[in-house]
């Protein structure tokens, strides 16, 4: 059974610093990668996808990699800002398209 | 292009009645998948439907139900509710041709679902 990991469970960093955010895995067999972010109450915003073949994804200030072997993944965020406080949360999918998520990091950026 | 939605967003409900959620996907998907979100925790997947059939199936009892409708709209129901399934039900839409490839899934804004 796939269990996915979030380290730290709360983070919180001034603005303008660089972050890393956490994800690992147990069962390496995954098709891909994604992480999203999650507002107070609100819905998932995918914010990268990383295929299984990949070792990373870049959007903007974010940097998404990808090791299989060692059943982990990071998510960086350069230059942070007040506007990046959310939860973000990683989801490997396995068969039938299932994502399974971790239990996420809520981030809170100081101003 | 209409993103992913869902209705209705908030709704309350005794203990033992029974609830349906609705979910439109987005133009040109024809996979849904539905996730329950306990407070303080990561989705759980419930189920997927794939061309109007049910295509996987998380661990949570009969009493949860789908149907996926032809123009891919999908509904979620759930028999004798428990206070337990307080939650936020979230759909998500991809355009996978149902099969374990991967494409990516855009996720509706949810319904939260209070059971007292």
């Known amino acids: 059974k796939q269990e996915v990991t979030q380290i730290p469970a709360a983070l919180s960093v001034p603005e303008g610093e660089n972050l890393v955010l956490n994800c690992s895995f147990t069962d390496s067999a995954i098709y891909n990668l994604q992480w999203f972010r999650q507002d107070p109450g609100k819905g998932l915003t995918s914010l990268l996808l990383?295929?299984?073949?990949?070792r990373e994804q870049t959007s903007g200030r974010l940097n998404a990699s990808l090791d299989k072997s060692s059943g982990r993944s990071t998510l960086y965020i350069a230059a942070s800002q007040p506007g990046d406080s959310a939860t973000y949360l990683c989801?490997?999918?396995?068969?039938?398209?299932?994502?399974?998520f971790g239990t996420g990091t809520r981030l809170t950026i100081i101003p | 292009e209409t993103g992913v939605t869902q209705s209705p967003t908030h709704l309350i409900k005794t203990r033992g009645q029974q609830v349906t959620l609705r979910c439109s996907s987005q133009s040109g998907h024809n996979t849904v998948s539905w996730y329950q979100q306990a407070l303080g925790q990561g989705p759980q997947f419930i189920f997927q439907y794939y061309r109007e059939e049910e295509n996987g199936r998380g661990n949570f009892p009969p009493r949860f139900s789908g149907l996926q409708f032809p123009n891919y709209s999908s509904e979620l129901n759930v028999n004798a509710l428990e206070l337990d399934d307080s939650a936020l039900y979230l759909c998500?839409?991809?355009?996978?041709?149902?099969?374990?490839?991967?494409?990516?899934?855009?996720f509706g804004p949810g319904t939260r679902l209070t059971v007292t």
């Open positions: 989801a490997v999918v396995g068969s039938w398209e299932k994502l399974t």
């Open positions: 990383i295929q299984s073949s990949q």
């Open positions: 998500a839409s991809s355009s996978a041709d149902g099969l374990a490839d991967s494409y990516e899934q855009y």
